[in-house]
């Protein structure tokens, strides 16, 4: 007989053997995928270059980023498993098609520059493994290309997960060769680059993208369970704040100035690990965690237009080619400063995510919409306290550095 084990959660008891234990970790797929591509190139060298600076300063940051990245990731999540639909196709049903169209159009910017970051990863980790950006932007770009054609997404993103595991397991075995530093996790400043590294790291947490893209997969493969959808964004949004914690502890020892240029450098946080071969082993964990990105990226993006126009998902193909093609000009554009492009473009996730995150908190609080899946009182305070805190630190940023 199977092995069984009990978990208790809300309040509920639910018994997992064999295949039920499978189901359980398959219906949770969407919520711990769009979280681990979260951690994606911009936002390992985010982490890194925060460890740089300011050591083990911003764990305590990195810490509480868990509760508004589980909330409002949470809300898209529980949307698609209640309604089967997408954010753009719900919204576009409940509101009207001016409105949704209005919630997906600054997706549809962002997700320009979130392609040319997520190039800008693949850029950066060829040079580091020696390979020209001459081969690797228009080789990854055509293999993308290919991808989101042939729509063969599952098995893409199981070699992906692989490849972004070999940085992780990077950094993690470099910080337990080198050992825990008797270093504050906390620090606190006005200065201008420490607002800006917090209003950066706030902007990694939550991108656009992942609101658009967890209800539609979720709803994509007829996930309805929504206890599980949010256990699977509660586990994720916690071993990806951990990743960035370790990453950050891992990089204290570089020294480096607020403003690093090197991908060189950054790789000096995996010495411990893998001496002369960390340039090596970073390049390879960003191409992946790049592509990984992309992957999501194309289809949270391309989803919420074509819903949120009315059209069927099968049609995002178009809609992925108006989008990549200039971000594959930009990412050229940029090349000589690509690091500062990403780490910018973190900071500007800030504003750009307050337009949908409005529009799905009032979703998920909809009786009509929801049903008895409609946000209670305590989680819709949670809700718009956590979207409340991220969109602050934006604005005060903005305000001193004006």
Do not use: C
């Not at 997960?161 to 337990?176: F, M, N, Q």
């Not at 060769?177 to 950066?200: D, E, Q, W």
């Not at 594959?328 to 337009?355: A, H, Y």
Request: aromatic letters at 12%; hydrophobic letters at 55%.
């Amino acid at each position: 007989m199977a092995q069984k084990s009990i978990i208790r959660q809300y309040g509920e008891t639910v018994v997992l053997a064999g295949p039920r234990f499978a189901g359980w970790l398959s219906s949770m797929g969407p919520a711990w995928l769009v979280m681990i591509a979260n951690v994606d190139a911009a936002s390992v060298i985010t982490a890194a270059e925060t460890g740089a600076v300011y050591k083990y300063g911003f764990i305590w940051i990195l810490t509480l980023l868990v509760i508004p990245l589980f909330f409002i990731q949470e809300a898209s999540g529980r949307i698609g498993a209640v309604t089967g639909k997408g954010l753009g196709e719900v919204i576009r049903s409940n509101y009207s098609k001016r409105i949704a169209i209005f919630a997906a159009a600054p997706m549809a910017l962002t997700d320009v520059l979130t392609y040319a970051a997520e190039y800008a990863g693949v850029a950066i980790g060829g040079q580091m493994i020696g390979i020209p950006i001459w081969i690797t932007l228009p080789g990854a770009y055509i293999t993308h290309l290919l991808l989101v054609y042939k729509r063969d997404y599952h098995k893409a993103e199981k070699v992906l997960l692989g490849i972004s595991a070999i940085l992780v397991i990077g950094y993690i075995s470099s910080l337990a060769m080198g050992g825990i530093k008797p270093l504050s996790p906390f620090y606190f400043s006005l200065h201008g680059s420490f607002l800006f590294l917090v209003a950066a790291n706030v902007g990694a947490v939550v991108m656009p993208f992942m609101l658009f893209y967890q209800a539609s997969a979720t709803a994509e493969r007829g996930l309805s369970n929504v206890k599980r959808s949010m256990v699977g964004t509660l586990v994720g949004a916690i071993v990806s704040e951990i990743l960035m914690i370790v990453i950050e502890m891992s990089s204290s020892n570089l020294g480096l100035p607020a403003n690093i240029v090197s991908g060189v450098q950054l790789a000096k946080g995996l010495s411990t690990i893998a001496g002369s071969y960390a340039p090596f082993l970073l390049g390879l964990g960003l191409i992946g965690a790049s592509f990984l990105a992309l992957t999501v990226v194309s289809l949270g993006s391309a989803w919420g237009l074509v819903e949120a126009l009315g059209f069927k998902r099968e049609r995002a193909f178009p809609m992925y080619l108006v989008e990549s093609i200039p971000a594959l000009i930009i990412t050229f554009l940029f090349l000589s400063n690509l690091m500062d492009f990403m780490l910018q473009l973190m900071v500007v996730f800030v504003f750009v995510l307050i337009g949908p995150a409005l529009i799905m908190g009032l979703l998920s609080s909809s009786r009509k919409v929801m049903g008895e899946n409609a946000s209670t009182t305590f989680w819709k305070i949670a809700y718009w306290t956590s979207l409340g805190a991220v969109i602050s630190v934006g604005v005060v940023y903005a305000f001193l550095s004006i």
